[in-house]
């Protein structure tokens, strides 16, 4: 997934026997991973209400995903599906209806079955880059692979396929 997506996805389930859920996770080897395998495309809509920034993102079943860092502590809430999810420094597996408080950092998360999550942000703020820049951290592989796509984008001339 490219673009102003805060989630990163990739379809690949993980082999969750032994110790592998319990080792030590360097999160830039893994974000440098994910982005390596093809994308999942995992839909993402902005709700806007008094004072809230809701950002509701879709995960199919199967795809593991990575957020981008936040900058502070938010309420998230998964509104429909299975998830195990890093939180706090262990794996657990969550079902909806399930709400939490997030500390600030990254999420990362398989999704056991399709899932609908949401991020919450306390902002009057309605323009979704700025709110970005607010409240996230995109990480230098990230930023590097979404200019590179762009630029393949931009490169195909549409003409010739149509």
């Keep these: 997934m490219i673009g102003n997506e805060e989630h990163l996805g990739y379809d690949n389930t993980p082999d969750l026997e032994g110790d592998v859920m319990d080792a030590p996770i360097c999160i830039d080897d893994l974000e440098q991973k994910m982005l390596s395998q093809e994308q999942v495309e995992c839909p993402v809509f902005h709700h806007f209400g008094p004072g809230v920034y809701m950002r509701e993102a879709i995960f199919p079943a199967g795809s593991i995903g990575l957020g981008h860092k936040h900058k502070h502590d938010h309420l998230c809430i998964l509104l429909k599906g299975k998830l195990a999810i890093l939180i706090d420094g262990e794996i657990s597996i969550i079902e909806a209806p399930f709400t939490y408080?997030?500390?600030?950092?990254?999420?990362?998360?398989?999704?056991?079955?399709?899932?609908?999550?949401m991020n919450i942000l306390p902002t009057t703020e309605t323009d979704v880059d700025k709110i970005e820049e607010i409240f996230v951290e995109k990480s230098d592989h990230f930023l590097n692979f979404e200019e590179e796509a762009k630029r393949l984008i931009s490169s195909v001339n549409l003409e010739e396929h149509l």
Excluded: P
């Design 101 to 117: 408080t997030a500390k600030a950092g990254r999420k990362i998360w398989y999704a056991l079955e399709d899932s609908s999550f």
